[in-house]
C-alpha cells in the first residue's frame, strides 16, 4: 500500500517543462510508453539509447 501511494504521488508530480507558449511533454509520454511495453512483457529496465532514442 505504501509504495503505491509512493508510486501515485510521484507520477502526480511529475512536471512539463514550459516556457511561455511552449510546452515539452517528453516526460509523461515517456512514462505511458514504458507502461505501455511493461504491459506487453518488457523486462524491468530500458536501454534509453538504443529503445527508446
Known sequence: MAFSKTLEQAIADITIWRKG??????????????LAKYQQGHARLFDYGTEVH
Request: charged residues 20%; positive net charge; without cysteine.
Open 21 to 34: 507558449e511552449q510546452r515539452a511533454p517528453h516526460k509523461p509520454l515517456l512514462l505511458l510508453y514504458v
